[in-house]
């Protein structure tokens, strides 16, 4: 059974870089899983940050960019600010129209 | 501008069915692939289901095959899901969620407001 693989938590303080990865339990994540980043804060509709890898969605903050690091896709976020502090949330398009989310990463800025 | 207005959604006995439904507006459904995703209580989102928009194939989560089927109106520009041999685990909140660009690379870029859906006797 194919797993999307997030860290659980993280904490960073107010400035510094975090860079959050979202693997597979078995395979390498490249482009052609076309993956997406998610913020979501209690209470609201996730918010998409990152599409395709490395696209920024509209409105978001360029301290927020994707890449693939190695064989994860990652969401880096340079100087971290205290409304960064939520849940991050991937997904990817396994083929054949499926898409797999991760099971997130809360993350901590204080 | 782009709306997903979303009804449906309740109480039902485990083994029953619900009906989801997301009228679109803004847009036409047959330009864009259509997903619904659910989020269960303190849990994170699971994609649900998918229509496409060019061709109306569908696809389904390992979960939910067999027992939810997707559907589209395009006379009404709504999506619906409806939901049959109910179970405790698919008791969640349910997003209609329009994909963002037509190549599939963009997951969403619009949520619906929810419906909750609770399966409990």
């Known amino acids: 059974q194919t797993v999307v693989t997030q860290e659980p938590s993280f904490s960073v303080s107010p400035g510094e870089t975090v860079t959050l990865t979202c693997g597979l339990n078995s395979g390498s994540v490249s482009y052609s899983f076309y993956a997406n980043w998610f913020q979501q804060t209690p209470g609201q509709t996730p918010r998409t940050l990152i599409y395709?890898?490395?696209t920024r969605s509209s409105g978001v903050p360029d301290r927020f960019s994707g890449s693939i690091l190695g064989n994860k896709a990652a969401l880096t976020i340079t100087g971290a600010q205290a409304d960064d502090d939520s849940d991050y949330y991937c997904v990817l398009h396994l083929g054949g129209g499926i898409w797999l989310f991760g099971g997130g990463t809360k993350l901590t800025v204080l | 501008e782009v709306q997903l207005l979303q009804s449906g959604g309740g109480l039902v006995q485990p083994g029953g069915s619900l009906r989801l439904s997301c009228a679109a507006s803004?847009?036409?459904?047959?330009?864009?692939?259509m997903n619904w995703v659910r989020q269960a209580p303190g849990k994170g989102p699971e994609w649900v289901s998918s229509i496409f928009g060019y061709a109306s194939s569908t696809h389904y989560a390992d979960s939910v095959k067999g027992r939810f089927t997707i559907s589209r109106d395009i006379s009404k520009n709504t999506v619906s899901l409806q939901m049959n041999r109910l179970r405790a685990g698919d008791t969640a909140v349910y997003y209609c969620?329009?994909?963002?660009?037509?190549?599939?690379?963009?997951?969403?870029?619009?949520w619906g407001q929810g419906n909750l859906v609770t399966v409990s006797s």
């Open positions: 969620v329009k994909r963002g660009s037509s190549d599939g690379s963009y997951f969403s870029d619009y």
């Open positions: 803004g847009f036409s459904i047959t330009s864009y692939t």
């Open positions: 395709n890898t490395d």
